[in-house]
């Protein structure tokens, strides 16, 4: 018997391909427009078939956040990958590894202490590892002043401590906390020419850099050039979600990502309706609780993908979500959602409620589903 969303269990992840498709050709069309080469970030999905179809449509290499994504992902014949979390040195060995396996492992630092244990590793080892240096352009989290003395003394201690020193890499997070076209295009120019200072401040002192890489999906979506940068990066974009809804870089009908769930029980009433998606469906992740709209664990909408005005996923426990309707209890929430009823959740943050699943389901346009697998942990 052919799955549908009417037989499968519930919660389910799911993957409305339709939409992501267009996701993954709006960047990829946008990263060519621009003249950039184009890296996802893959801990979005951590899911091989999502990541063909990016690679497909143009994306050259990968970027992940684990050394597990790497290994699964060079398992699967994708050798170009940059691991963009700074190099802890007990995954040194594990990273040496996988470079002499054939793949072409890039690892980041942004700390003298780091650089040294990176080079005197690779020295000890015979291999000289690629590394790009992290610079911070926006304060929001890792990385090393682009005007600042230490990142030439974090560049020269890998290229004079005989490592490949790839050039520079920066994340601009705290596009996540702006909602206008004016404040992410400023803050995309404020990335890329940091990056782009960095880069040209390291070659001022006669030390190589090839690479220029940047990258968050608003900055990615709402630049207008970028002169100097050589590669981007961007992960959530290829599902989006409610907090890049209220960024402002795509409409609820582009959000790809939902929870199918079932309906199995009422408080009329508080004008509830119990489902079967908590917060080990949802994640806890409330990234739209401080943003100008809450949509607190989650849209509603119908078993089609349909948004439901003003019904959202108000409370959760571990396997009971409450859906509730904004301002007024709806008195006829029994009637309106009847036991047995299928409603997909739209969710906060993609990365975070697709990581609690071990599968999705992809759900083409003819409605038929098939299953697709999904790994996690480190």
């Not at 994340?171 to 880069?199: D, F, I, M």
């Not at 100008?292 to 439901?308: F, N, S």
Request: hydrophobic share 40%; charged share 20%; aromatic share 6%.
């Amino acid at each position: 018997m052919t799955s549908t969303l009417y037989t499968i269990d519930t919660p389910a992840a799911v993957i409305d391909l339709p939409r992501a498709m267009k996701n993954i050709a709006r960047m990829q069309d946008r990263m060519n427009a621009l003249g950039v080469a184009f890296r996802p970030h893959v801990k979005t999905s951590k899911c091989e078939q999502v990541v063909r179809a990016q690679l497909d449509a143009g994306a050259q290499g990968i970027t992940v956040s684990t050394l597990k994504e790497a290994e699964r992902f060079f398992a699967s014949g994708i050798t170009d990958i940059l691991y963009a979390v700074g190099m802890a040195p007990h995954r040194l060995p594990q990273a040496l590894a996988l470079r002499r396996r054939g793949c072409a492992l890039t690892i980041i630092t942004d700390s003298v202490g780091s650089a040294m244990e990176i080079a005197g590793f690779g020295r000890s080892h015979g291999e000289r590892l690629p590394v790009l240096v992290e610079v911070d352009t926006d304060g929001h989290r890792s990385g090393l002043d682009p005007y600042g003395d230490e990142l030439l003394k974090v560049a020269s201690v890998l290229h004079e401590g005989g490592m490949e020193l790839k050039g520079v890499m920066t994340h601009a997070g705290s596009s996540y906390e702006l909602n206008t076209p004016e404040a992410l295009s400023a803050l995309a120019e404020q990335e890329r020419a940091g990056c782009v200072a960095a880069a040209e401040r390291l070659r001022a002192a006669g030390l190589p850099c090839p690479v220029v890489s940047v990258g968050s999906t608003p900055t990615a979506l709402s630049a207008r050039e970028l002169r100097g940068v050589t590669e981007v990066r961007a992960g959530v974009y290829v599902f989006f979600d409610l907090v890049m809804h209220n960024v402002g870089v795509c409409a609820m009908h582009d959000i790809a990502l939902g929870v199918l769930t079932t309906v199995i029980g009422h408080q009329r009433e508080k004008g509830w309706a119990i489902v079967d998606a908590g917060w080990m469906a949802m994640s806890r992740d409330a990234g739209t609780a401080k943003q100008q709209r809450d949509y607190k664990y989650g849209q509603v909408c119908g078993v089609d993908g349909a948004p439901m005005a003003g019904y959202l996923l108000g409370g959760a426990n571990q396997e009971h979500g409450i859906v509730v309707r904004e301002g007024d209890a709806d008195t006829d929430i029994v009637a309106r959602f009847p036991i047995g009823t299928r409603l997909r959740i739209l969710p906060n943050h993609a990365c975070a409620t697709g990581a609690q699943f071990e599968k999705y389901q992809a759900l083409s346009a003819d409605g038929s589903l098939r299953e697709w697998s999904r790994f996690h942990g480190w």
